[in-house]
């Protein structure tokens, strides 16, 4: 065998093993792509049902609260004896679900236990509505806990804030039935705060005061401490004038 022939076999024989190499790279890539792919595919089902029973967490577990009912209830009930709060906070539930009700059926006279400024506030959010033609609508609606978010006394005035874990159905849709946000089947979680206020009867009230402070009727001292019924000063009783009431005068969503 000649020179030349041995030359052209080795290099024939050099191709074949780098096609040979070439081609095993080759479907060694594609398996190893191939498999990822399966993989993948695989694990989409698993994903979604992950996927799945988070919403449903997210739809069946209440939103936690910022439950200060231990520290502010023992300084509400010192400077109101008279203050029940489990029927305040009744209230304050039966009120929510109330404005829903009252939105979603745009009707004000379906409020429960609403002062003027709330029915104020629920007339604004039809009209509102109404204005941007649309309608909104709350369904299934449970208040799971509620509890004392807030207390404050500022001038003569008194204000709690309660906090409701709220869950409920809750959708707007245009004039045209397109839903515009929420869901119509899938329920939401939320948070509201209702305020209550003690306020002094009006009647006792000038224009433009916003102090809502007393006198003694009998020496004019001023009543400091909100609940009194005596005047610390002559002793004079002072109940019949310092009327005031706790109202929820409003609510939103937090």
């Not at 595919?41 to 577990?61: A, C, F, G, Q, Y």
């Not at 236990?113 to 369904?139: C, G, K, M, P, Y």
């Not at 449970?142 to 008194?158: A, F, L, S």
Request: charged content about 20%; some cysteine.
């Amino acid at each position: 065998m000649s020179v030349g022939t041995i030359v052209v076999l080795v290099i024939v024989s050099a191709c074949v093993i780098g096609v040979a190499v070439a081609v095993t790279k080759v479907l060694r890539a594609v398996k190893s792509v191939t498999s990822d792919v399966r993989s993948i595919v695989s694990h989409i089902p698993k994903d979604l049902d992950i996927n799945r029973e988070i919403e449903m967490e997210l739809e069946t577990t209440p939103k936690s609260l910022n439950a200060m009912t231990s520290v502010y209830l023992p300084q509400i009930e010192k400077d109101f004896p008279e203050f029940n709060y489990f029927e305040f906070k009744t209230r304050a539930e039966n009120l929510l679900k109330s404005a829903f009700d009252a939105i979603t059926q745009e009707n004000t006279d379906l409020l429960v236990n609403a002062s003027s400024d709330l029915t104020h506030q629920v007339s604004n959010i039809i009209s509102s509505n109404q204005n941007s033609r649309q309608r909104e609508a709350f369904s299934d609606v449970t208040v799971h806990r509620t509890e004392i978010k807030h207390y404050t006394k500022v001038n003569g005035t008194c204000k709690i804030t309660l906090q409701s874990a709220i869950g409920y159905h809750h959708f707007i849709k245009s004039f045209s039935g397109q839903v515009i946000s929420g869901s119509e089947t899938s329920m939401k979680q939320t948070r509201y705060e209702t305020e209550l206020v003690y306020i002094q009867d009006t009647n006792q009230v000038t224009e433009g005061d916003t102090a809502l402070g007393m006198n003694c009727p009998n020496c004019g001292a001023p009543i400091k401490a909100l609940g009194n019924k005596v005047c610390p000063y002559c002793g004079s009783g002072v109940s019949e004038v310092n009327v005031r009431v706790w109202e929820i005068n409003a609510f939103r969503e937090s």
